[in-house]
């Protein structure tokens, strides 16, 4: 009877060790090894060239063009994507009346430390839920008209193509 015994419990033992490795492997390579996401063209996107960006107390004639940028302080994308971020807040300098607008669906002080803590520079902050101006993944980068009408958008941690791109339309 106690040799049973400790034949279950080995069996399980590699069984709990197994599943524990196959889990490991699945998050590790979900993590890691996940491509970037492409700028959201397909139809699941609400966020779409000339419809109208309705953000509570924005004077979008006040800003001129405003680049949107809605991250989360949950999102890892948004988190690693913080160097291309920093290289926006400095080049909209040469862009002349471009504002940065940050959009997090977390409150206004932790949404302004989590930027802090990542150096990215913008002219404001909101708390607003994202779906609300028809964004379903983070990052996401939505150029605006001084009218609120979109003029273009990407979604994901963009390729250094794509980040190019961005830059170009700043301009």
């Not at 009877?1 to 069996?11: A, D, P, Q």
């Not at 492997?25 to 609400?46: A, G, I």
Request: aromatic content about 6%; some cysteine; glycine content about 6%.
């Amino acid at each position: 009877m106690n040799s049973i015994i400790r034949r279950i419990e080995l069996v399980a033992n590699i069984a709990i060790i197994l599943v524990a490795i196959l889990l490991g492997v699945v998050l590790v390579r979900n993590y890691f090894f996940r491509r970037p996401f492409e700028p959201q063209t397909s139809s699941t996107s609400t966020v779409r060239p000339g419809m109208k960006l309705s953000v509570p107390d924005i004077d979008w004639k006040a800003n001129g063009r405003t680049l949107v940028i809605a991250l989360s302080t949950q999102c890892h994308f948004c988190t690693e994507s913080a160097p291309f971020y920093q290289r926006i807040a400095t080049e909209r300098a040469k862009a002349g009346n471009l504002r940065l607008l940050a959009i997090l669906p977390q409150p206004v002080t932790e949404s302004e430390q989590y930027l802090k803590e990542l150096g990215i520079t913008v002219d404001g902050v909101k708390q607003l839920q994202l779906d609300s101006i028809g964004v379903n993944g983070t990052p996401t980068l939505i150029l605006a008209n001084s009218e609120g009408v979109v003029a273009n958008s990407w979604r994901g941690k963009l390729l250094s193509e794509k980040e190019s791109e961005v830059i170009s339309s700043l301009k």
